[in-house]
C-alpha cells in the first residue's frame, strides 16, 4: 500500500514559482509518478510524469517552465513550477502506480494541494 501527501501548493502573482512535494509512504522505487492537476470545470491534465531510475515527460502546456524530479532517498517526489500563469491554477494531485498507466488511471492519489495563480 502506497500513501501520497503533497504540500507547498499557495497563491502567488503571475511569474512566481512554487515548488510542490509529495512524500511517498510505501515501496515507489521505479515506480510511474505524477502530478496530475484539475481546475475548476476542467477534465484532470497529467502535467509531468517520471518513470523508473528517472525519466521524464511535461505536458506542452508547461514545457520550459514545470520540471519533475525525485529523490529516491527520501522517497519525495518534486514538481518545480517556474513562470507561473492564471490558467495553472488548479488542484495539484500526485499520483503513482507501478507501471504508467493509459491516461491519468493511477493506482494511488494524494489529496491534492491548490495552487492560484492571480494576474
Known amino acids: 500500500q502506497v500513501q501520497l501527501v503533497e504540500s507547498g501548493g499557495g497563491s502567488v502573482q503571475a511569474g512566481g514559482s512554487l515548488r510542490l512535494s509529495c512524500v511517498a509512504s510505501?515501496?515507489?522505487?521505479?515506480?510511474?509518478m505524477a502530478w496530475v492537476r484539475q481546475a475548476p470545470g476542467k477534465e484532470r491534465e497529467k502535467v509531468a510524469v517520471i518513470v523508473g531510475l528517472g525519466s521524464t515527460g511535461v505536458a506542452g502546456s508547461v514545457k520550459g517552465r514545470f520540471t519533475i524530479s525525485k529523490d529516491n532517498a527520501k522517497n519525495t517526489l518534486y514538481l518545480q513550477m517556474n513562470s507561473l500563469k492564471p490558467e495553472d491554477t488548479g488542484m495539484y494531485y500526485c499520483?503513482?502506480?507501478?507501471?504508467?498507466?493509459?491516461?491519468?488511471?493511477?493506482?494511488?492519489w494524494g489529496q491534492g494541494t491548490q495552487v492560484t495563480v492571480s494576474s
Open positions: 499520483a503513482a502506480s507501478p507501471s504508467c498507466p493509459g491516461g491519468d488511471d493511477f493506482r494511488y
Open positions: 510505501g515501496y515507489t522505487f521505479r515506480y510511474c
